[in-house]
C-alpha cells in the first residue's frame, strides 16, 4: 500500500479516514508520552537527589535552615506537573509516593502526610500503600505524632 503522507496531512486529505487515523494515533501516542515523561523525571531527580545524599555529595549550604534540595525539589514538581496535567494516569500512586518521600527529603513532613493519605484513598489496593504508610510515620515522628500513625 503507498499512501501519499503529503496528500494525507494536506488540507484536502485530512479528513481522508487514513488521515484522520494517523492524526489520531499520533495524539495517543504523544500524549502517552508526555504524563509518562513527567513520571521518569521526577523519578530520575528522586534518584539522583538520593545518590548525593546517601554519598554526602550533597550541597550542605543552609537555605532557611534546610539543606539545599535542588533534585528533590525537581522531583517534586515534575510529579506534581504529572498529577496536574494528567490526573488518573497509570503512574498516579507510583507518583504520590514519590512525592511523599521527596517531600519528607525536604523536611516538609505535612506534605509527605497528605500524599500518603491521597495515595490510601485513592488506591488502598495499590502494592505501594504499605511503604506509603512507612513513610507517614516517619513523618508523624518528625512532627511529633507518633499516635496518629495507628492503623
Known sequence: MDVNLKR???????DTPVGIGIVLVLVGLLSGCAYYNYFYNAKKYYNEAEKSRITGNED?????????????????????????YHPNSRWEDDALLLLAKAYYRVENYRKSIKKVN?????????????EGLLWKGMSLLKVSQPDSGRL
Open 8 to 14: 494525507v496531512f494536506s488540507a484536502g486529505g485530512s
Open 60 to 84: 550542605r549550604a543552609k537555605a532557611g535552615g534546610r539543606r539545599s534540595s535542588s533534585g528533590y525539589d525537581k522531583c517534586i514538581e515534575s510529579a506534581g506537573r504529572m498529577l496536574e
Open 118 to 130: 491521597e495515595l490510601i484513598q485513592k488506591y488502598p489496593d495499590s502494592e505501594l500503600v504499605l
